[in-house]
């Protein structure tokens, strides 16, 4: 799924490295890791538990500090030393985590969730019409309608629905990086091709990066432009899709294929769903 266009080099890191713990006990969960994201492109980072994905993910965020290394946004090295810098540097980036239950506050109805999205980009002072409209628009590109659902609480949702709705949200933010924490872990195969296909749709239609995060090296094949593989805080293999997959280098990948036979065969993905039963039964 290469793109023939790639945007430029939006975000980067160089010699990014996290230590967590002292002596005996220090972890070195992300070690000396070289990535660029372009503008447009999906890229997943791929690697068994532990490999130090989060950890990268929170550091792209700015949740948490490297311990040496840069990440470099837009050109220039990142500052996000004061909290006002920080702010700015959010309203570039959005993040959706595994568990869509933990992101919502349970006592606020899903028209709250997605007016709260309008208030974020600026339209505060839009009338309750326009309002209405933008969040109709949001659920009908999540495929959700919206006069169903907004007046249920979150809890209220299946787990398919409520990661649309993070989908929704995201669709009204519009952030020019999104990183996605393992977002289908815990939905069907099913919704989890639905998901995967309104992460390409976002994509296309706002020209998002994204930045997949993920177990299932047959999910990131489908999805991205480019592969980076992560094994105990190392990236030890990258390339694109084809490359990084289907002719892998390192020992480490080959043997991450190895336990999910077939996955590099070819495809029909437009029976993702059917294929990920087939691969998982
Ligand atoms: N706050 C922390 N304090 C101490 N160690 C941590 C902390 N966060 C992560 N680690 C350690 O860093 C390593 C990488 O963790 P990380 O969460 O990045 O892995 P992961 O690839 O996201 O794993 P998973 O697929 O299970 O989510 C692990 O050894 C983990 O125990
Ligand atoms: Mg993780």
């Known amino acids: 799924m290469v ?3 790639m945007g430029e080099v939006f975000l980067s890191a160089a010699g990014l490295t996290r230590e967590f713990g002292y002596g005996e006990r220090k972890t070195l969960a992300v070690n000396n890791v070289d990535f660029e994201f372009h503008r447009g492109e999906i890229v997943s980072i791929v690697g068994e538990s532990g490999s130090g994905k989060t950890t990268v ?17 837009e050109g220039k090295i ?27 506050n349970i006592f606020h109805k899903v028209d709250s969730v997605l007016e709260d999205c309008i208030r974020l980009e600026g339209g505060g002072n839009l009338d309750a019409g326009e309002k209405f409209e933008k969040m109709k628009d949001a659920c009908k590109f999540v495929n959700l309608k919206f006069e169903e659902l ?3 609480y979150p809890f209220e949702l299946s787990g398919g629905q409520m990661q649309r709705l993070m989908i929704a949200r995201i669709f009204m933010l519009r952030p020019r990086l999104l990183i996605a924490d393992e977002p ?6 099913c919704s989890r091709a639905t998901i995967l296909d309104m992460l390409l749709k ?3 239609e706002i020209n998002m990066t994204i930045v997949f995060i993920t177990h299932d090296i047959g999910l990131a094949y489908y999805i991205s432009d480019t592969v980076y593989i992560m094994e105990k805080g190392v990236i030890v293999e990258r390339g694109t899709a084809d490359e990084a997959i289907l002719h892998p280098k390192s ?27 087939e691969n998982s039964a």
């Open 78 to 104: 990142r500052d996000i030393s004061t909290h006002a810098k920080r702010r700015l540097y959010w309203r570039s980036i959005q993040a959706i985590f595994q568990d869509p239950f933990s992101a919502y």
């Open 202 to 204: 976002l994509r296309d």
């Open 3 to 5: 793109r023939d266009k």
């Open 57 to 73: 993910a929170k550091m792209v965020l700015g949740l948490l500090k490297p311990t040496r290394g840069e990440i470099f946004f």
């Open 251 to 277: 020992d480490y990948t080959k043997r991450l294929l190895g336990d999910v036979p077939k996955i590099y065969e070819p495809w029909d993905f437009s029976l993702a769903g059917g294929a990920e039963k």
């Open 150 to 152: 907004s007046s249920k």
């Open 184 to 189: 289908t872990s815990m939905i069907d195969a």
